[in-house]
């Protein structure tokens, strides 16, 4: 069974930080294309940012520049640095494949307000 844990969301500041962390369990983590997404009410899954197995990375307009998304094949885990978190950063945030997706975690809030 698939199993996504994600975690490191909260409130935080605009212009604030976090570190997101997604530990994978249930897949051979190390040969998939892994990625961030994000919801908000009423709205389908957005993606914020994807990595190759290889490591390659891809970010949405949205975020480029502001987000660092990388892996640990080791510990099964993919992460998502988010800087200068803006007000329109807030949702929540899973993790999942990229081209093969399972059913998704409970995802982690992400909520910027002053």
């Known amino acids: 069974q698939v199993q996504f844990v994600e975690s490191g969301g909260g409130l935080v500041q605009p212009a604030g930080s976090l570190r997101l962390s997604c530990v994978v369990s249930?897949?051979?983590?190390?040969?998939?294309?892994m990625g961030w997404y994000r919801q908000t009410p009423g709205n389908e899954h957005e993606t914020v940012a994807v990595i190759s197995a290889g490591g390659i990375t891809n970010y949405a307009d949205s975020v480029k520049g502001r987000a660092t998304i990388s892996r640990d094949n080791a510990k099964n885990t993919v992460y998502l640095q988010m800087n200068s978190l803006k007000p329109e950063d807030t949702a929540v945030y899973y993790c999942?494949?990229?081209?093969?997706?399972?059913?998704w975690g409970q995802g982690t809030q992400v909520t910027v307000s002053s």
């Open positions: 249930g897949i051979m983590f190390s040969i998939y294309d």
């Open positions: 999942n494949g990229r081209f093969k997706q399972w059913r």
